[in-house]
């Protein structure tokens, strides 16, 4: 009982709560930055072992990851006994949680549309939500240190992944990708709102919050923008705008990777140009 109730300490350890932009913001944009770089600069070619690797090990790291947040929200300690209270606002079906399960089916389903399917998504969707909250993490950080690093490399590793994925060419830098990642997003949604309606029937909401990619009609609205079309547009007409903003919001992630891949491609052929002047000067 001692070594749990120590082991659910140390998990539980506190620091002062991380604002946006300070220290701890700042060093986490750095780490997920370079980590990205080393990745691509280290297996540029994107063999189908590197990339199965890649989802497969960060999958499971994020999987780790979360298992220890649910249990650092689940059990506390005080005056030496343990307390078991899971918080079903924190249940691990929102939009930011779906990449370890993508990537963890990715990872070991073999080639196919489905997993062509599941990788795209990781490529567009999985990109902006985890730029989003790694450049906005309003909500994110709170006064424990584990749980502070737990959401940096969870929405750090969104980035990182997708970015590689795009940059070695394994899901294809063209606009038709989103039509491979669109399903993926609109079945993660459907399965939400069945979520989110069984917690309602169930009589959950009464005394919890449950509220999956914070589509939920029984909740506060909260999600910034989302929140405003919710208050004044049906649910289903409501879901419908959700599932296409996202979807536009990936699709912008596909124009700039097309944007980039774009300028590279330039910059090479300028570079291989000069290279074959140069070495036709030497030859003469």
Known sequence: MNLLIGILNFFDLSMTKPTMYGWFHIL???????????LCKCFPKGTEKQVRNVVLITAIAVIILEIYKQINYTFTVSDGAI???????????????????V???AGVLKKG????????????????AGASV????????????????????????????????????????????????MPVFVIAVVLAAIMNEIANLSG??????????????????????????????????????????FTAAA?????????????????????NLEKTAEFSTINN
């Open 134 to 181: 790694m450049l906005y993490p309003s909500t994110v950080f709170i006064s424990t240190i584990g749980i502070n690093i737990q959401t940096m490399i969870c929405h750090g590793s969104m980035i990182t992944v997708g970015v590689y994925l795009l940059w070695t060419g394994y899901v294809k830098v063209k606009l038709s990708t989103i039509l491979k990642a």
């Open 251 to 271: 699709f912008i992630v596909l124009v700039i990777a097309v944007a980039v891949k774009s300028i590279f491609s330039k910059e090479n052929i300028e570079l």
């Open 204 to 245: 959950l909401t009464k005394t919890e919050t449950f509220n999956m990619f914070f589509i939920s009609p029984y909740c506060e609205p909260s999600l910034p923008v989302y929140s405003l079309v919710q208050q004044v547009v049906p649910f289903p007409l409501s879901l419908v705008i959700y599932i296409l903003g």
């Open 103 to 105: 990537g963890f089916l």
């Open 113 to 128: 549309k489905i997993r062509d399917a599941l990788l795209a998504f990781l490529a567009t969707y999985s990109v902006f």
């Open 83 to 101: 307390n078991t209270d899971f918080q079903w606002y924190a249940f691990p079906f929102q939009f930011c949680s779906m990449p370890m399960y």
């Open 28 to 38: 986490w944009l750095v780490i997920t930055a370079v980590v990205t770089a080393i």
